[in-house]
């Protein structure tokens, strides 16, 4: 669904990525692990054309997307969840999720069942109960959830969450854990950017591991759970 090969992405003379190869398959949750620092967040900015790689491709359904504007990109159907939530902080729950839902991709990755606000709270009930609150109004944790649901009623094929656990407490953190299991059965493809590895064992099928911009280690949950220098040199576990 997603390729990125031989990725090399700068901000100005500062080259931070270096040779980042990695696919997301339909259906699949793919997570992308690293330190601060490590160029996550940066992978996730070039799928979105907010950088513009300097050499290889960022390919979604078999088209090269690196030179498109953000906004063409979205529209193929890629959502993005950023780490700073991004909600309205003056618009009620109900308004964040409905202001800019759009039926999704225009081709055949239109999904046949669509997201609705009905759907988004069975997902999340807690919204539902919150509905009519203000953004500034929620809890951490319920703003992450509002982002997330956000990105949902724009109907995308592909979603990139940016760090969706950071700063929340444990149990909160279950919550997102239960909310990803259900975009996974939704069948919805996911790259999940995350440092909390109880998540990224939880939810996702294969692992990639982010050092100063370059792929360290690449396998499955098993495989990342038995490699203790990989856990210890580029995970801090
Ligand atoms: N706008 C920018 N201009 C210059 N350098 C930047 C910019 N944004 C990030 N960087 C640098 O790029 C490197 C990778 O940052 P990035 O945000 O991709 O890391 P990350 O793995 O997502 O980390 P975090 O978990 O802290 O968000 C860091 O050294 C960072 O200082």
Redesign the pocket.
């Known amino acids: 669904m997603i390729e990125l090969s031989d990725i090399n992405s700068y901000?100005?003379e500062?080259h931070?990525l270096h040779g980042v190869s990695l696919a997301v398959q339909d259906g699949e949750i793919v997570c992308l692990l690293?330190?601060?620092?490590?160029?996550?967040?940066?992978?996730i900015?070039t799928i979105m054309g907010y950088l513009k790689p300097r050499n290889g491709a960022v390919c979604y359904n078999g088209r090269d997307i690196s030179g498109l504007p953000t906004h063409a990109i979205a529209r193929l159907g890629i959502g993005l969840v950023p780490?700073e939530r991004g909600i309205f902080p003056s618009l009620t729950v109900r308004e964040n999720l409905t202001v800019f839902a759009r039926p999704g991709a225009r081709d055949s990755s239109r999904p046949k069942d669509p997201w609705t606000l009905e759907r988004i709270y069975r997902l999340f009930p807690r919204l539902k109960e919150r509905e009519s609150n203000l953004g500034f109004q929620l809890s951490g944790g319920e703003q992450q959830m509002l982002s997330i649901a956000r990105a949902l009623m724009l109907n995308p094929a592909l979603l990139l969450l940016?760090?969706p656990s950071e700063g929340l407490a444990p149990t909160i953190v279950d919550e997102i854990i239960q909310i990803l299991e259900g975009l996974k059965k939704e069948g919805l493809a996911v790259l999940l950017?995350e440092?909390n590895l109880r998540v990224a064992l939880a939810v996702a099928d294969r692992h990639h591991v982010?050092n100063k911009?370059e792929i360290c280690f690449s396998g499955s949950s098993s495989d990342l759970k038995d490699n203790d220098f990989v856990l210890r040199t580029y995970l801090s576990v």
């Open positions: 901000y100005g500062s931070i690293g330190r601060n620092g490590a160029g996550k967040t940066t992978a900015l780490q940016d760090e950017v440092q982010l911009g």
